[in-house]
């Protein structure tokens, strides 16, 4: 039960993740956010149906991945035609051995899992770009996956074409290690 409930945790996490970073992003205009209480915070959430069933599809898409412990990364690009304009990413690394991992109640898996949460979003909240708040013409975001080969094999349905890693740098912005999982998100 322990494992199922992680990847209901996590799931929910990358839903609050994407509407957070969309939000900070300023792609869409900000009436289509709602305040909404999560993890301790308020945070944003889309009003827009279409974005909403688009993330939707994405957080479903990935609960195969996330159950197999294959995502590595998960990134949102934001462009102007072919420019990025920024980028934000979680990485997620997985504790392999179990076994030598303390015993854990639900409850306390998932208290810590949303205390680390928590931490995640506020960073993302606080992340400003040196774009003004309002939808942009011509700005988008694309979502891409970074997973083991196998994984990535069967999420083909899903993506059109597979993913290579970024080039350029990234900087760690906040690192939680929480029980069976390391999240970590980079600029």
């Known amino acids: 039960m322990t494992e199922e409930l992680l990847t209901e945790l996590l799931l929910e996490f990358v839903?609050?993740?994407?509407h957070a970073v969309l939000h900070t992003s300023h792609i869409?205009?900000?009436?289509?956010?709602?305040?909404?209480?999560?993890?301790g915070i308020s945070v944003k959430q889309s009003t827009f149906p279409s974005l909403n069933n688009f993330i939707r599809e994405l957080v479903s898409s990935l609960r195969d991945v996330i159950s197999s412990r294959s995502l590595q990364d998960l990134q949102i690009t934001i462009?102007?035609?072919?420019?990025?304009?920024?980028?934000?990413?979680?990485?997620?690394?997985?504790?392999?051995?179990n076994h030598q991992v303390d015993p854990i109640s639900e409850e306390d898996l998932v208290r810590r899992c949303r205390e680390g949460f928590r931490g995640q979003i506020v960073s993302v909240m606080q992340r400003h770009g040196d774009r003004e708040p309002g939808a942009?013409?011509?700005?988008?975001?694309?979502?891409?996956?970074?997973?083991?080969?196998?994984?990535?094999?069967?999420?083909?349905?899903?993506c059109e074409q597979s993913v290579t890693?970024?080039?350029?740098s990234v900087t760690p912005l906040l690192f939680n290690d929480?029980?069976?999982?390391?999240?970590?998100?980079l600029e």
């Open 15 to 18: 839903e609050v993740w994407v």
């Open 28 to 39: 869409y205009p900000a009436q289509i956010f709602r305040s909404r209480y999560k993890y």
């Open 79 to 97: 462009l102007d035609g072919t420019k990025t304009l920024e980028s934000f990413s979680l990485r997620l690394s997985y504790h392999r051995n």
């Open 136 to 158: 942009e013409e011509g700005v988008t975001f694309a979502v891409t996956t970074r997973t083991t080969e196998l994984a990535g094999s069967q999420m083909r349905k899903w």
């Open 165 to 168: 890693e970024s080039e350029g």
């Open 178 to 185: 929480l029980y069976h999982f390391t999240l970590q998100i």
